[in-house]
T-cell receptor, first 111, second 114 residues
Framework: TQLLEQSPQFLSIQEGENLTVYCNSS?????LQWYRQEPGEGPVLLVT?????EVKKLKRLTFQFGDARKDSSLHITAAQPGDTGLYLC???????????FGDGTTLTVKP | DAGVIQSPRHEVTEMGQEVTLRCKPI?????LFWYRQTMMRGLELLIY????????DSGMPEDRFSAKMPNASFSTLKIQPSEPRDSAVYFC????????????FGEGSRLTVL
């Protein structure tokens, strides 16, 4: 049973386009994090959200946490080739005290 | 400051051999995690330690896997005997605030069991 479902699994777009990726669960998150992983490296934290309805911005990246704290989205404006990577959401589902990762969205931005 | 350091970066071994993966967490981080990443199963938590004590090992696949943390600056993940299905990238991560805080990952150890 996948506790965190991410969509789409793969996304290939041209430089300059906008995109949104999603992270969903049937359970409530105590907190949720987005990581980006580049080939040959470990994941690196982008943001943590904890409050339902919260919106955080990191340059061209906008993160939204659902009001019910069961889902989240990551929107990238004017994507660049440097945004290419695996985007992972991780959540403490049900307050277990440890983060569970989704399967990720593999993003390719073509120049 | 140095990040999380893992060794080896790559290991190729034959089925039945013992494999030992090593990790040095970031100094001052009280939590250490071992994850395994595969295409089929994604990033899975195997075990994590708090102050060198194993807290949750429910993700350890079977008795062939064991992990130790003899001190605050060193941990090992051992597989004995190894099997081809153990082939994966194994990540070590450390954290100041536990499993729901920011995780700092090492570069991973890519294991191939032939």
């Amino acid at each position: 049973t996948q506790l965190l479902e991410q969509s789409p699994q793969f996304l290939s777009i041209q430089e300059g386009e906008n995109l949104t990726v999603y992270c969903n669960s049937s359970s409530v998150f105590s907190s949720l994090q987005w990581y980006r992983q580049e080939p040959g490296e470990g994941p690196v934290l982008l943001v943590t959200v904890v409050t339902g309805g919260e919106v955080k911005k990191l340059k061209r990246l906008t993160f939204q946490f659902g009001d019910a704290r069961k889902d989240s989205s990551l929107h990238i404006t004017a994507a660049q080739p440097g945004d290419t990577g695996l985007y992972l959401c991780a959540g403490d589902v049900g307050g277990a005290g440890k983060s569970t990762f989704g399967d990720g969205t593999t993003l390719t931005v073509k120049p | 400051d140095a990040g999380v350091i893992q060794s080896p970066r790559h290991e190729v071994t034959e089925m039945g051999q013992e494999v030992t993966l090593r990790c040095k967490p970031i100094s001052g981080h009280d939590y250490l995690f071992w994850y395994r990443q595969t295409m089929m199963r994604g990033l899975e938590l195997l075990i994590y330690f708090n102050n060198n004590v194993p807290i949750d090992d429910s993700g350890m696949p079977e008795d062939r896997f064991s992990a130790k943390m003899p001190n605050a600056s060193f941990s090992t993940l051992k597989i004995q005997p190894s099997e081809p299905r153990d082939s994966a990238v194994y990540f070590c991560a450390s954290s100041l605030t536990g499993g729901t805080g920011e995780l700092f990952f090492g570069e991973g150890s890519r294991l191939t069991v032939l």
